[in-house]
């Protein structure tokens, strides 16, 4: 099973960006998605989730600004940035959870600076 993430970059603050992660069809379907990120020197953290009925959840320093959502057609979960801002300078990691299995993405970074 893979997790491709991709779509981070460079942006201003303000500025907005999509992150895109395409898996395997029965984990998608089946299986809990999330983002996660980490910047230098912290601990990993959870940005986002999605279930597979389409329930989300934030983390309280992206809501309002991040949605999460699902392409059951292509098998891939977003992450709409928007409002972004230095803080959410990280790399990001799409995350599966499928009954007592974890699955990582590569990670893909997001740095956000003027």
């Known amino acids: 099973v893979q997790l491709q993430a991709s779509g981070g970059g460079l942006v201003q603050p303000g500025g907005s960006l999509r992150l895109s992660c395409a898996t395997s069809?029965?984990?998608?379907?089946?299986?809990?998605l999330a983002w996660y990120r980490q910047a230098p020197g912290n601990q990993r953290e959870l940005v986002a989730t999605?279930?597979?009925?389409?329930?989300?959840n934030y983390a309280d320093s992206v809501k309002g600004r991040f949605t999460i959502s699902r392409d059951n057609a292509k098998n891939t979960m977003y992450l709409q940035m928007n409002s972004l801002k230095p803080e959410d300078t990280a790399v990001y990691y799409c995350?599966?959870?499928?009954?007592?299995?974890?699955?990582w993405g590569q990670g893909t970074q997001v740095t956000v600076s003027s």
């Open positions: 999605i279930t597979s009925g389409g329930s989300t």
């Open positions: 995350n599966a959870v499928l009954s007592a299995l974890t699955f």
């Open positions: 069809g029965s984990i998608f379907k089946f299986g809990t």
